[in-house]
């Protein structure tokens, strides 16, 4: 008869540390600008969430949805296939 024991080894041999891979870091790092921009808007979106949002409010909100915008713009660029491939539905 042959106990699960023996054969737990060999399934589990390989354990998780829980730390992030390098390569997994370096996305990290890579989607860092649109992260930061997608904080700063939530920043400006909580500001006015308990009151009404004045003309700079308005500005701030704007202003961070800009900032958005082209941080995800960089990155689907630096992300896009560099064969010269078209990617369709993109814009030309």
Do not use: C, W, Y
């Not at 992260?35 to 308005?58: F, K, W, Y």
């Not at 992300?79 to 030309?92: C, E, I, R, Y």
């Amino acid at each position: 008869m042959n106990t699960i024991a023996a054969r737990h080894a060999a399934v589990t041999a390989a354990l998780f540390d829980g730390e992030p891979s390098d390569a997994e870091l370096d996305a990290i790092e890579v989607e860092m600008p649109a992260i930061l921009a997608d904080v700063v808007l939530l920043d400006a979106q909580i500001m006015t969430i308990d009151r009404t949002p004045s003309e700079l409010d308005h500005q701030r909100i704007r202003r961070a949805r800009r900032r958005v915008l082209a941080a995800r713009r960089d990155l689907a660029n630096r992300t896009a296939p560099a064969s010269g491939a078209t990617v369709s539905g993109g814009a030309a």
